[in-house]
């Protein structure tokens, strides 16, 4: 999968974003650089949403019988999510939200989106913590122009993000993907985190402590964006908290 965000409404750490790529002989591409190419290898069965200047999703369907886990594109009430993975308490989340026993992954991510952003009950990072499974999800809302994603703990999902040549954040589960689109600015999504448009980049597992950038250096000796730790030292002085009080879409004060 392939999600493509322009910078007016997506803002990643600083750190992501390497001086080598200005450098060095391979340069970042453009975002319809990297969008034809991502399609070009994959012609048969590339499914692609273009929403002006704002955002590109592009999804293609496993192309085995027995894929090492699911990808669901999905879409309702002009939000958009890519999922991958699976959710192991799908069907008591989908009892919790209200929704029909038979939706999948993307529908929910959709409702628990909509929840938040409506002002539910929870605060975001309880919410991705409930998710048990492996799984990493990115939704857009066209409406609002946000953009949130998460990647879970255990590893066996893996997301990678970066940045293109005009300053848009590149998000894709295929590794050869970023490299090519966004040369020395790109990293690993960090596991256990979330990142939305206004809050940034938090840990839903610790979301009490700060997150530390660790450069990262390539085989050449380059800085290749960095990796994010949580910082066991740092913490945050307040948490924001979701309610009559706090919209969700609103929560910048972990930063």
């Known amino acids: 999968m392939l999600a493509i ?7 990643p750490p600083e750190e992501l974003n390497s001086p080598a790529s200005r450098n ?30 704002a955002a590109v999703l592009a999804y293609v369907p496993p192309d085995r019988s027995y894929p090492p886990y699911q990808r669901i594109f999905g879409g309702f009430d002009d939000i958009y999510c890519l999922f991958l993975g699976s959710l192991n308490n799908l069907y008591v989340l989908n009892r919790q939200y209200g929704l029909a026993k038979g939706s999948n992954e993307a529908m929910f991510v959709i409702e628990a989106y909509r929840t938040l952003r409506d002002r539910g009950p929870y605060p975001a990072d309880q919410v991705v913590k409930d998710l048990e499974g492996s799984f990493a999800f990115v939704v857009y809302d066209s409406k609002s122009g946000t953009v949130f994603a998460a990647l879970g703990s255990d590893g066996g999902v893996k ?42 980049l938090m840990s839903f597992e610790h979301p009490m402590n700060k997150l530390k950038a660790m450069p990262r250096i390539d085989s050449e000796g380059a800085m290749c964006g960095a990796n994010f730790k949580v910082d066991v030292y740092a913490r945050i002085n307040s948490m924001p908290r979701v309610g009559s009080e706090a919209n969700w879409a609103n929560w910048e004060s972990h930063q």
């Open 5 to 11: 965000f322009h910078k007016a409404f997506a803002h």
């Open 24 to 53: 060095g002989s391979r340069k970042p591409k453009l975002p319809e650089e990297t969008l034809k190419e991502f399609m070009s290898a994959h012609p048969a069965n590339t499914v692609s949403m273009s929403f002006g200047n």
């Open 159 to 200: 997301l990678f993000w970066g940045i293109a040549a005009d300053g848009s954040v590149v998000i894709s589960d295929d590794l050869e993907v970023i490299k090519a689109g966004c040369a020395k600015s790109f990293a690993p999504f960090p596991t256990g985190c979330m990142f939305h448009s206004d809050g940034g």
